[in-house]
T-cell receptor
Framework: AQKVTQAQTEISVVEKEDVTLDCVYE???????LFWYKQPPSGELVFLIR??????QNEISGRYSWNFQKSTSSFNFTITASQVVDSAVYFC????????????FGTGTRLQVFP | GAVVSQHPSRVICKSGTSVKIECRSL??????MFWYRQFPKQSLMLMAT?????????EQGVEKDKFLINHASLTLSTLTVTSAHPEDSSFYIC????????????FGPGTRLTVT
């Protein structure tokens, strides 16, 4: 069965701290896609990254970085030098190649960055 | 590019009435659109997938007769909540997949429905 687990419900940090959001997934497919989305208080989902199962290279985009490890079925997201504007709910999601219509979301991690 | 709009952004309706939510892809054609529901402080749950010109495919547990989905054109899908009840109060989010794309979904800003 497909499943995405975000064990951290809420995280609070002070500005400039680094923070890592954990994501563990379950799937029986060998081809799948992993996503991270940001949902600020306005509610709109903001796409951050998509990674396919054959690409285990870590990715860095500005202050954001992602660590994909198939051996532990994890796709963790790190924000370096956090800012107040990073405060949001972050969702990790999975879709399998056999049914890319279905995007399975984790329960989300609420990040609060205090000044 | 790849902008999806939803209308209205907020709606309050009385129990027993119906409310329609529109989802539009503004700068691309979407053969497939998706409807999600999000309860407060919870995750997004896929309600249904709609393909232009055909009937929507509903997820298990979602009442087809209660949540009517119409995808009449390549840029518009509508979700009608019929005979709304307070428990239908939720945040409804649509997403759209561009024609020819197999993976991406572009999300709308969501519609907050409150049923009194």
């Amino acid at each position: 069965a497909q499943k995405v687990t975000q064990a951290q419900t809420e995280i609070s940090v002070v500005e400039k701290e680094d923070v890592t959001l954990d994501c563990v997934y379950e799937t029986r497919d060998t081809t799948y896609y992993l996503f991270w989305y940001k949902q600020p208080p306005s509610g709109e989902l903001v796409f951050l990254i998509r990674r396919n199962s054959f690409d285990e290279q870590n990715e860095i985009s500005g202050r954001y970085s992602w660590n994909f490890q198939k051996s532990t079925s994890s796709f963790n997201f790190t924000i370096t030098a956090s800012q107040v504007v990073d405060s949001a709910v972050y969702f990790c999601a999975l879709s399998e190649a056999r049914n890319t219509d279905k995007l399975i979301f984790g329960t989300g991690t609420r990040l609060q960055v205090f000044p | 590019g790849a902008v999806v709009s939803q209308h209205p952004s907020r709606v309050i309706c009385k129990s027993g009435t119906s409310v329609k939510i529109e989802c539009r892809s503004l700068d691309f054609q979407a053969t497939t659109m998706f409807w999600y529901r999000q309860f407060p402080k919870q995750s997004l749950m896929l309600m249904a997938t709609s393909n232009e010109g055909s009937k929507a495919t509903y997820e298990q547990g979602v009442e087809k007769d209660k949540f009517l989905i119409n995808h009449a054109s390549l840029t518009l899908s509508t979700l009608t909540v019929t005979s709304a009840h307070p428990e239908d109060s939720s945040f409804y989010i649509c997403s759209a997949r561009p024609a020819g794309d197999s993976y991406e979904q572009y999300f709308g800003p969501g519609t907050r429905l409150t049923v009194t």
